[in-house]
């Protein structure tokens, strides 16, 4: 994805990324890890989907991003595929 975004022509920050280092069953680290995931929402111009799956932990940045009028982009697995940007 990180790749696509690139060719794409933008420079992806990758939430997901610090998502594999958390204990999501410590709660207190599941709460920093999802404040510091809206910290870097807050400072993107968008937030792009990638893909089909939401998960509830996109729903809340997504619903962040709807709050404060961020931009949201699904980017469709086809799209994504076929190497697609958004733009077109």
């Given at each position: 994805?990180?790749?696509?975004?690139?060719?794409?022509?933008?420079?992806?920050?990758?939430?997901?990324?610090?998502?594999r280092?958390?204990?999501w069953?410590?709660e207190?680290?599941?709460?920093?890890?999802?404040?510091?995931?809206?910290?870097?929402?807050?400072?993107?111009?968008?937030?792009?989907?990638?893909?089909?799956?939401?998960?509830?932990?996109?729903?809340?940045?997504?619903?962040?991003?709807n709050?404060?009028?961020?931009?949201?982009?699904?980017?469709?697995?086809?799209?994504?595929?076929?190497?697609?940007?958004?733009?077109?």
């Amino acid at each position: 994805y990180r790749q696509y975004a690139i060719d794409c022509g933008v420079s992806p920050v990758s939430i997901h990324e610090d998502y594999r280092v958390v204990n999501w069953r410590n709660e207190k680290q599941s709460q920093r890890a999802l404040e510091n995931a809206l910290t870097k929402i807050w400072c993107s111009d968008e937030l792009w989907v990638m893909g089909s799956n939401i998960t509830e932990r996109m729903r809340e940045e997504i619903e962040f991003c709807n709050e404060f009028n961020i931009t949201v982009r699904y980017i469709s697995n086809k799209q994504f595929k076929c190497g697609l940007n958004p733009e077109n």
